[in-house]
Nanobody, 111 residues
Framework: QVQLVESGGGLVQAGESLRLSCAAS????????VYWYRQAPGKQRELVAS???????NYLDSVKGRFTLSRDKAKNMVYLQMNSLKPEDTAIYYC?????WGQGTQVTVSS
C-alpha cells in the first residue's frame, strides 16, 4: 500500500525558511515523478515544484530562486527547501506521487 507523509510545516515570519519532507512507503520515489502542491484558503490547489523520475526539476514561477526540491534516494525521501518565505506562500502543502496524495502540512508565513 502506497502512503505519503509530509512533515516540516509550521509558522514562520516572512524571510525565514522551512524544509518540508515527504516520506514514502510502498513505492520507490526515484521510480516516479514527485510533485509538491499547495492550497491556500479559498484558492485552487497549485503545483509548486516537481521532479521527474529522471531528475528533471520544474518550479512555479513565483517560487523560482526561493524553493528547491531535492530527492534522497537512500532515504526514499523528497524535500522542499523553502527560503525567503512570503505571506503569500501560506498554504497547506501536499506531496503527490504514484497517484497518491499525502495528508498535507500547514505552512503559515506571517508578515
Amino acid at each position: 500500500q502506497v502512503q505519503l507523509v509530509e512533515s516540516g510545516g509550521g509558522l514562520v515570519q516572512a524571510g525565514e525558511s522551512l524544509r518540508l519532507s515527504c516520506a514514502a512507503s510502498g513505492i520507490i520515489f526515484s521510480d516516479y515523478a514527485v510533485y509538491w502542491y499547495r492550497q491556500a484558503p479559498g484558492k485552487q490547489r497549485e503545483l509548486v515544484a516537481s521532479i521527474t523520475a529522471g531528475g528533471s526539476l520544474n518550479y512555479l514561477d513565483s517560487v523560482k530562486g526561493r524553493f528547491t526540491l531535492s530527492r534522497d534516494k537512500a532515504k526514499n525521501m523528497v524535500y522542499l527547501q523553502m527560503n525567503s518565505l512570503k505571506p503569500e506562500d501560506t498554504a497547506i502543502y501536499y506531496c503527490l506521487s504514484a497517484a497518491r496524495w499525502g495528508q498535507g502540512t500547514q505552512v503559515t508565513v506571517s508578515s
